[in-house]
Each structure stands twice: as C-alpha cells, then as structure tokens.
C-alpha cells in the first residue's frame, strides 16, 4: 500500500474516531439532559438563605413562629393591612399538620387521617367564622418559604386576606422524607378568639 493510500486511510480513521467520539458526548449530554430525574421538590420552589436556615431542630425552637408573623405582617403593611397576632389554638392546629405531613411523608390540606383544615382548626378549639391555610413542603428557611407562597396567587390571597385577624404556624422536619421540610400557615377569625400573650 503506498504511503499516501496509508495517509488517506489514517485519515479516514481518524476522522471515523473523532466523529465516533463526538456522537458519544453529544448522545451523553442529551442522555443527561432527557434521562435526569426532575426533583419532586422542584414544583414547591426550593432554595436557600444563610442568613435564616432552618435545622432539623427548628421544631424545638419559636424563632421561626415569629419570623413567619414578622414576614406575613410585613406582606400586609404593604398594602395597608393591619397585622396578624399570633393564636395558640391555631398554632396547635398548624403545628400537628406539619407533624402529620413529615411523620407521613406527603403533603396535602388534607390530614393523614382524612381531616379536613376546618376539622382540624375545630379540633384545636378554635372557634371560627373564616379560616384559610397555606402548606408548602422542601424550603429550608422562612424568607424562601414566604417568596414562594407570595409568587402563589392563592396563597397569597390567604396572605393578604382582609377577613383574617389571627395567625398560627407550624414547622416539622423528617430527614427519611421526600422533602425533609413541611410548613403550614393557618389564619382566623373568631367571635370569641383572642390574640395570644
């Protein structure tokens, strides 16, 4: 074989070898991008703030309970609307269905047991005449949770609801769960509720 068929043929397996490489990374990035898994968390906006980080210990701590208020009454003042204060009956009520969704990996209005919000808030002893509520899954720390819920038109209208006088919050984490974070807000008004001391 003369020298220049060697060359030509060198050549050609060269460039067989570069295409065949090539189809190789490109087949690999669209491997990535078609086969990679979306995280469940993905559709309950997740993120992170430094500068408010929630721990697997947050449930012991009520830092969080006002930091929520705070950044709901300051959502409200915003656009004229007078604070929320804090309600112990339906601290309580949000505060087992945090528990419930972590404990039960899922989250959803409605309780493991089947209970409805107004069941539960009843349940607490509250006594309502308008109630609202908001649950969100996988946050990890109040300001991210918050811009989520406002980036919600429904949530953000149970942010903003005029009717609503009170408040209660709740936080449970469970690090063997699918989103490890399960926040609940619950707002109310009662004909004989009170604001907690």
Same mark, same amino acid.
């Given at each position: $074989?003369?020298?220049? $068929? %060697?060359?030509?043929?060198? %050549?050609? @397996?060269?460039?067989?070898?570069?295409?065949?490489?090539?189809?190789?990374?490109?087949?690999?990035?669209?491997?990535?991008?078609?086969?990679?898994? /979306? @995280?469940?968390?993905?559709?309950?906006?997740?993120?992170?703030?430094?500068?408010?980080?929630?721990?697997?210990?947050?449930?012991?701590?009520?830092?969080?309970?006002?930091?929520?208020?705070?950044?709901?009454? &300051? *959502?409200?003042?915003?656009?004229?609307?007078?604070?929320?204060? /804090?309600?112990?009956?339906?601290?309580? @009520?949000? %505060?087992?269905?945090?528990? +419930? /969704?972590?404990?039960?990996?899922?989250?959803?209005?409605?309780?493991?047991?089947?209970?409805?919000?107004?069941?539960?808030?009843?349940?607490?002893?509250?006594?309502?005449?308008?109630?609202? *509520?908001?649950?969100?899954?996988?946050?990890? +720390?109040?300001?991210? /949770?918050? %811009?989520?819920?406002?980036? !919600?038109?429904?949530?953000? &209208?149970?942010?903003?609801?005029? &009717? =609503?006088?009170?408040?209660?919050?709740?936080?449970? =984490?469970?690090?063997? !769960?699918? =989103? &490890?974070? =399960?926040?609940?807000? *619950?707002?109310?008004?009662?004909?004989? *509720? !009170?604001?907690?001391?």
């Amino acid at each position: $074989m003369s020298t220049s $068929m %060697q060359r030509y043929h060198h %050549q050609k @397996a060269t460039f067989l070898l570069y295409g065949l490489i090539m189809a190789l990374i490109c087949n690999a990035a669209l491997a990535v991008e078609t086969h990679s898994p /979306m @995280a469940i968390g993905d559709a309950v906006a997740q993120g992170h703030n430094a500068t408010n980080v929630t721990t697997r210990n947050l449930q012991t701590q009520t830092g969080f309970q006002a930091l929520l208020l705070a950044a709901v009454n &300051k *959502e409200r003042a915003a656009v004229g609307l007078p604070s929320l204060c /804090m309600n112990t009956k339906l601290q309580s @009520a949000a %505060q087992k269905h945090s528990n +419930d /969704m972590a404990a039960n990996n899922f989250m959803s209005h409605t309780g493991s047991n089947g209970s409805s919000m107004s069941q539960r808030i009843t349940a607490s002893g509250f006594k309502w005449t308008a109630i609202a *509520e908001n649950v969100a899954a996988g946050q990890k +720390d109040v300001t991210t /949770m918050m %811009q989520a819920w406002m980036n !919600s038109a429904g949530h953000k &209208k149970n942010i903003l609801g005029s &009717k =609503y006088k009170m408040f209660g919050c709740g936080y449970a =984490y469970n690090a063997n !769960s699918i =989103y &490890k974070r =399960y926040w609940t807000q *619950e707002f109310g008004t009662g004909s004989s *509720e !009170s604001c907690s001391s």
